[in-house]
C-alpha cells in the first residue's frame, strides 16, 4: 500500500472508532426513544434530497424521477428515486409490511421470513437447486476471492469437507445453511460488530460492516427526521420502539446469472402522515458486498410519494477504470430501482 493509501487506512481506522465509541456513549445514556417519531413534511423531505417543488408538482402518476445521492465510500453506489402513486400512504407502507419490497423485484425468486427466534431449521428451504450442481460444486471447492462472499473462518469450514463420492447439491446446501444461520445469529447477537469480514485472498478482506456503518452515518433522512431510529439502527441491536415493525427476510435472487442469497434486516415505522421502510442486507452470497434502502412515503395530492433511497457496496468499481465503471454501475442501479418502484405501483393498483 501507498504512504497515501497508509494515511487514509489509519484516518478511516480512527473515524470508525470514534464512530464506536460514540454509539456505545448513547446506548449507556439510554438515548433511544419508545414512541413513534414525527414524518416529516414534504417540503422538508424534498429540500433534504435537493429537488425542486416545480419538478415534483408536474410529476404524473406512476412517473418517476430521479435525484443525486452522495456517495461517501470508494466501493459505495448511490442513487435516489421518486414515484408518485394514487394511494393512500398507509396503503403502500402496508403492502410493504405483509409482502417485502422482495415481492416486487423480478430478479428474487424466494423470499422467506426469518423468525425472531430461528433455528438451524428455519432456513431449510435454501438449496443450491436453483443454482444448479456446478453453483454448489464450485462452492464446495471455493478459495479466497470474489466467487463467493465468505470469512476465513467459513472457507476453512468449506475446506474441511470432503465432497468425493457425494453429490454436491445436498452437501453444499447443508454446509452453507449452517453458514447462513450463523451469520443470522450473529447479527442478532452483536448487530454490525458481529458481520465478518470476506476473505478476498492476498491479506485483502471486504467489509461488509464498516460499509452499512458508512451508509447509516451518511444518510442524513435518518439522522434529520428519525433520530431515535437512526441511534437504534446504528447500535442495533438496542431495543427499538414497540410501535417499528421488524423481521428478517432469506431472499433469493438472481445476480449476474447467478443464484445469490441476502440476509435482510427491516424496519417499518408508520404513522398517520405517512411512514418509513429501512432495510440492510447484512450478507450477500456473492457479487457486492452489503446493501441499504429506504423507503419514506408521504401524502401528496390525491396519493403517495414514495421516496427511494439505495446504497450500495461493490468490490467491482474499484481499481482500473473505476471512473468508468462507477457511473456504468450507478445507471445499472437507477434502472432496477425505476422498475421496482413501477412494479409496486401496478402491484398496489388492485388493492
Known sequence: MSGIGSVAARILSQKHQFWCRTILILSLNGAFPAHAENIPDLQALIHQFGIQYQRLAGLEQNKTLFFNVAENHEKELAAGVVIYMVVTPDKVIEFIKNNGMASVEDEVTVQDFIPLNATLESFNRFNFEEGGSREAANF????PGNQFNLSTQELQTVQSINPIN?????????????????????????????????????????????????????NKVLSNYFPGLYKVWLNYPAALPTDVNEHFFLINR?????????????????ADTGGIVLSRQFYVGHSYNSNQLILVCLPFRDGSLVFYVNQTFTDQITGFGSSIKRPIGREQMRRRMDSHLKNLSNALAGH
Open 166 to 218: 457425494t453429490s454436491p447439491i445436498p452437501l453444499a446446501s447443508q454446509i452453507y445453511r449452517k453458514i447462513l444461520w450463523q451469520r443470522w445469529r450473529d447479527y442478532r447477537k452483536k448487530g454490525l460488530k458481529g458481520i465478518a469480514a470476506y476473505d478476498r485472498g492476498t491479506g485483502k478482506t471486504a467489509d461488509p460492516a464498516g460499509e452499512l456503518l458508512v451508509a447509516t452515518l451518511n
Open 140 to 143: 464446495l471447492a471455493a478459495k
Open 254 to 270: 438472481q445476480v449476474e446469472g447467478r443464484s445469490t442469497i441476502d440476509l435482510v434486516h427491516r424496519v417499518i415505522l408508520a
